[in-house]
């Protein structure tokens, strides 16, 4: 019969016990390290989401560590987790203490994490103050600006502030890529967006965002070389949903029939509302004359994304085929004009006004108003009540908020709007 576990350990040398819970705190404090190194190395390759992930392993052994939290704050910031590197920096500040060496990083990590949160105009002239004074940081200023300056559609700030990345660190993909992305957006030509990608990928081949971007540029005019950068991906990550529709959209464009629908359906699998995808599977059964299913899947597709333009399209001329459909595909083709019509609004707003005003409220209501109607309500309130931060009497948003709080029955909201309303 075994021995009792507690007369077993009383029985063993003092010096054994303490080797094996040295070897065990060794081993605990080892693997950190490792974590710790890894995201350090993965922050270096501006790969964050996977550099925040080391970061918060790290921490489960040096949860004390306030150097730590700052550097998870950081991480979260600059991978957009927002909430995640509040929380840390607030660790930071309760683990260190005020002192005059702390404030500063502090200070700036919070400035920084509200400019690129989108909540810019209070802070970009502390931080333009910081930029031009040259500092070791002014790098990491001019990322956190670019992305809050993008995530308003400041896209003329946007470049300038990525230039001067450029200017001093010519090589850096993170730059080059959130570059292409700014043009892609409205500031400037397809073909200088797909320029800046491949510059990206020159310099660090596994950048997948960048590898998506340009295929996504290329699949109309050049679906060979995009099918191979969307296996590149899937090669690499074999659940990406947005490699695995550009590929089959790439095979559709190739005639490849059969191989697109096997990833599209893939694709839906994982994401029955995908519209993009749903929209490729009605193009198939529209070119395979099956025009009930084609119909039904592009009616699904624009249910799912109102704004798809290229579904509208597709169902009006899908309806427009079928001699019976004549009156619904002349409905179709008014909405889709109205769509057109919106979307190009949303263009001029994005590429050139908001550039030129970015603080006048109507711009912001308009957008606001276009992501509520086309089925985006958390983007659209955002926008509406960026609106009535700059004006607080801003009528049209006080009344789409009253709208749509009314609608979706938060009634203590609809009122407050209404109670606004003169």
């Known amino acids: 019969m075994a021995s009792h576990p507690v007369r077993w350990f009383l029985k063993r040398p003092l010096w054994s016990i303490l080797i094996g819970l040295a070897l065990s705190v060794a081993g605990v404090n080892l693997w950190a390290w490792y974590n710790y190194r890894e995201a350090g190395r993965l922050l270096d390759r501006c790969r964050f989401s996977q550099a925040y992930g080391h970061y918060t392993q790290a921490l ?61 105009t209070q802070v970009e002239e502390p931080l333009w103050q910081y930029v ?29 502030c990525l230039n001067k990345i450029l200017e001093r660190e010519p090589d850096n ?34 950048r997948d965002d960048a590898r998506l971007s340009v295929a996504q540029l290329l699949l109309h005019d050049h679906a060979e070389v995009a ?16 490699a695995m529709l550009g590929l ?14 096997a990833l599209l ?28 299913e084609a119909e039904s899947l592009f009616r699904k597709a624009v249910a799912a994304d109102p704004a ?7 169902l009006y001329r899908c309806l427009a085929q079928q001699p019976d459909k004549q009156e619904e595909a002349a409905e179709e083709i008014a909405v889709k004009e109205r769509v057109e019509a919106d979307l190009a609004r949303l263009g001029a707003i994005v590429s050139k006004e908001m550039s030129r005003t970015p603080n006048d409220p109507k711009l912001h209501y308009e957008i606001g108003s276009f992501y509520l109607r086309y089925g985006k309500p958390a983007i659209g309130i955002r926008w509406l009540y960026s609106a009535l931060k700059l004006d607080p009497n801003h009528q049209p948003s006080h009344q789409e908020l009253y709208k749509y709080f009314q609608r979706t029955g938060d009634w203590e909201k609809a009122e407050r709007h209404r109670s606004q309303i003169r």
């Open 265 to 292: 359906e893939e694709v839906l699998a994982r994401e029955p509302d995908n519209s993009r995808a749903l929209t490729e599977l009605g193009q198939i059964a529209r070119l395979e004359g099956k025009m009930t």
């Open 60 to 120: 489960w052994v040096w949860r004390w560590s306030a150097s730590l939290h700052f550097h998870a704050a950081r991480a979260a910031r600059r991978a957009g987790r927002y909430p995640e590197a509040e929380h840390h920096l607030a660790e930071y500040q309760r683990l260190q203490g005020e002192t005059a060496e702390t404030a500063l990083p502090l200070a700036l990590e919070r400035l920084l994490l509200q400019a690129q949160s989108g909540d810019i």
């Open 227 to 242: 099918r191979k950068h969307f296996e590149y991906v899937l090669a690499r990550q074999p659940d990406n949903r947005e």
């Open 308 to 314: 798809n333009r290229y579904a509208h399209e597709r």
């Open 248 to 261: 089959g959209q790439a095979h559709l464009m190739l005639g490849e029939t059969g191989k697109a629908r």
């Open 173 to 206: 993909a993170e730059a080059l890529t959130m570059a292409g992305k700014t043009i892609e957006k409205g500031y400037g030509e397809v073909a200088d967006a797909i320029k800046s990608y491949r510059r990206a990928l020159e310099i660090d081949p596994e």
């Open 132 to 160: 031009e004074k040259n500092r070791p940081e002014t790098p990491l200023v001019l990322e956190a600006l670019a992305r809050g300056y993008i995530r308003v559609f400041r896209l003329r700030a946007a470049m300038n």
